[in-house]
Each structure stands twice: as structure tokens, then as C-alpha cells.
């Protein structure tokens, strides 16, 4: 019998705002992306090998859902070996913090768009025999009155068990999820997460060991609740003048200052040292335009550099097209089109107060950092089963036949 070997689909879809923003994941995505079958980079890991044929289908499967304030995103995933091989994606905006900042309450259409969501990612969890499953929600969530309430509707409706996580454990996620791209001769960096409601900054240290990369070590982090979909609400994301970009900017320039130098390295980026690492869909909308994608590809994105002045000069494009103009962007769209200039706002102001002439691309983020979760926590409960095998007085297979 002839063993046909089984074709993969390239997965196009972009990171997208860590929680939906203008176009990280964490944007360049239609509103609905489903992958199958895809393969991915892991994050601080290499590829997974692909499937020789005849080769069984690993057996375990690990979920990772990313409950945004504008993106609903799901990875479905099997360890292999360093990586990961990726079998199902999902990627939806359901803009599940609209109003929230006005409100305090997130409201009845944006619930029942993000159930709608959650049920696909629900039955592609369960198609999919996945065996371990974490599902996180962020900032719209954390500040609306009513998410833990929606949250308990969500487990009653599909079966999905939500966790409201912190800022620090967001924080945490995205730097595991794509710390690999890091410089490592680089003394220092700046990981930086532009969601739909708040951007999560970390300061981050490389690391190799025995010539291998390891996790790059935090430093330090901090939360603000500045995000596309909340700053758009308040100042107009649809058109922006020129003076009005520039004032949004200074204002978000002088909340970043608040924050100091919390991991003391400011020197470092002041003497051109250390580079940012961007996680959002802010930042890889900003990629897709520049390289002039006539569609998204995630290949292309994923680990670019850029120059401080090539965003910038992609920034004040989008600033001065029209609505119209950026929702015909292929990289962005017009369900961001209202967001990116908002986005780039905050990424400009980023630039002014840590000065860095160089940005690097991840399509990557909280997801992958939940996967090597998973794999982390599998691998320590076969630790500790290895180690109770190994006990005195613990009869193992060969001992008891004799």
C-alpha cells in the first residue's frame, strides 16, 4: 500500500495584538484565520522536525487560548523534541473590550461575539483529543466589572476554563514566548506587548549557556493601561492630525517616563546598545506595510529588523492616509484600520523615552509562552512519576514477573 504523505498549509495568519491592537498578538489578519496542520516556529525553541512517513502522530496535544481585549486566539500543539509542531490555529477579533473604558462593563454584543468565538475554539480543542489546556484572559477581563461573571458563562456554555491572569504573568508569557529572537550580544533589551487595553513592557537581559540560548532574564516590568482599542475609544482612531498624533504621543511619552528606570539600564539604550523586541500586532502591521506585503506572511515578519526610522516613516504614513485608504491595506484591514494609528502612538513614544535604532519583529507572544508552559509541566509530572518508580519497595514490571 502506497503511504500518501499529507500536505501542509502554510499558516498566513500574523501575530495580532496581545490583546487585538492595531493590526501583537499580539495584525495583519482577516477578522477569522484557521490554520491546520501548520508548522511554527516555538518560541526559545527551534522547529519541530517534520513527520517522516509512516511515522505515528504524536499522541499529545496542548491547547494555548489567548482571550484578548480584541483578539480571540487559540494554538492547538504537540512537543517535538525542541519545538513544536503545530496542528490547528485560530484567530478571530471579537473586540470583546469595546466600551469597557467607558462603561466599567463589558457589553452584551461583545459577549455574545466572543462566545461565538470561543464555541469554534471549543470544538477544535475537543476534535483534536488535546490532553492539556490553558486558557487566559487579559486586561478587558481584569477591568471590567462583569469578566469573572462572563468568564462562568463561558465554562457553563463550552466547557473552556478561563484564568484571569496578572499583568506580571502576561508580562512573563510574552517574554517567554519570543525572548528567542532576542540579540544576544546585545547587553540589554526592551520586549514590549501593544494590546487592545494595556501594554505590558518588560526589560530583559540575554542569556546563553553552554553557547545555547536560554530565556532571556527579566529585569523588570511594568503594565499600563494604554491600548489601541481604549486610546482609539478616547482620542479618535479613525482620522488624526498631524498636531493631534504629535500631542498623543507627548502624553504617552510623559506616562512611560513615570515609570523611570526600573531595571537601571537607560545607559545602555542612551549609548545605542540595546534594541526593542516587539510582540504585537502594532509592530507587525508596521513590517507587513513596510516590506509592501500584497498579503500577509508570516514567514517574512517573523524576525525582521528594523530601523527606528524606517516605523517611524511607516508610522506617519498610516497616520496621514485616510480610514478608506488604511482599510485597503492588505496588512492591516478594516477591522484595524481604527486601531494602528493609535498603536504606532504608543510605539513612537516608546522610541522617544528609550532611545533605540533598532526594532525587531515577533509573531509570536503569549501562546507559544503558554505552550512551553504545557511542555514544562508535562515534563516535571514524568519526572516525578520516574522518581516514585524509582523508590524502594516500589514493584516495577520485571520485578513482579519474577
Request: one cysteine or more; hydrophobic letters at 40%; glycine letters at 12%.
Amino acid at each position: 500500500m502506497t503511504t500518501r504523505r499529507r500536505r501542509r498549509r502554510r499558516t498566513s495568519a500574523p501575530a495580532g495584538e496581545k490583546a487585538g491592537a492595531a493590526g501583537g498578538g499580539e495584525a495583519a489578519h482577516p477578522p477569522k484565520v484557521e490554520t491546520s496542520e501548520a508548522s511554527l516556529p516555538a518560541p526559545a525553541l527551534t522547529h519541530g522536525p517534520r513527520r517522516a512517513e509512516g511515522e505515528r502522530e504524536p499522541q499529545e496535544k496542548f491547547a494555548a487560548l489567548d482571550l484578548g481585549t480584541n483578539n480571540c486566539r487559540l494554538l492547538v500543539a504537540s512537543p517535538r523534541g525542541r519545538g513544536f509542531r503545530i496542528f490547528d490555529a485560530f484567530s478571530r477579533i471579537v473586540r470583546l473590550g469595546e466600551g469597557v473604558a467607558a462603561t466599567g462593563a463589558l457589553s452584551e454584543e461583545a459577549m455574545a461575539r466572543t462566545l461565538e468565538a470561543l464555541k469554534v475554539c471549543a470544538d477544535k480543542i475537543a476534535r483534536r483529543g488535546v490532553v492539556r489546556t490553558r486558557c487566559i484572559a487579559t486586561q478587558a477581563c481584569r477591568a471590567a466589572s462583569n469578566g469573572p461573571a462572563f468568564l462562568d458563562r463561558v465554562e457553563r456554555e463550552t466547557g473552556l476554563k478561563f484564568e484571569i491572569i496578572t499583568p506580571a504573568e502576561e508580562a512573563r508569557l510574552a517574554v517567554t514566548g519570543c525572548g528567542e529572537l532576542l540579540d544576544h550580544d546585545a547587553p540589554a533589551g526592551l520586549i514590549f506587548d501593544i494590546g487592545g487595553g494595556s501594554t505590558e513592557i518588560s526589560w530583559v537581559r540575554p542569556r546563553t549557556e553552554n553557547g545555547r540560548s536560554r530565556p532571556p532574564e527579566i529585569l523588570a516590568w511594568t503594565s499600563m493601561p494604554l491600548g489601541v482599542v481604549n486610546l482609539s475609544e478616547r482620542h479618535g482612531g479613525r482620522d488624526m492630525t498631524r498636531d493631534g498624533y504629535a500631542a498623543l504621543i507627548e502624553a504617552l511619552r510623559a506616562e512611560i517616563a513615570a515609570v523611570g528606570d526600573p531595571a537601571g539600564v537607560r545607559a545602555l539604550f542612551e549609548e545605542g546598545h540595546g534594541h526593542f523586541l516587539g510582540t504585537s500586532g502594532t509592530v507587525t502591521s508596521i513590517a507587513g506595510v513596510h516590506l509592501g506585503l500584497p498579503r500577509y506572511r508570516r514567514d517574512r515578519v517573523d524576525g525582521l529588523w528594523l530601523l527606528a526610522e524606517e516605523v517611524r516613516g511607516v508610522s506617519e504614513r498610516l497616520r496621514a492616509m485616510t480610514y478608506e485608504e488604511r482599510s485597503k491595506e492588505p496588512c492591516i484591514g478594516v477591522e484595524r484600520a481604527d486601531l494602528v494609528v493609535c498603536g504606532c502612538a504608543i510605539l513612537e513614544a516608546l522610541l522617544l523615552d528609550w532611545p533605540a535604532s533598532r526594532i525587531r519583529v515577533a509573531d509570536r507572544g503569549l501562546r507559544e509562552g503558554i505552550l512551553v508552559g504545557l511542555a514544562q509541566e508535562r515534563n516535571r509530572e514524568r519526572g516525578r512519576n520516574r522518581r516514585r518508580r524509582r523508590r524502594p519497595g516500589h514493584a516495577t514490571g520485571a520485578a513482579a514477573t519474577a
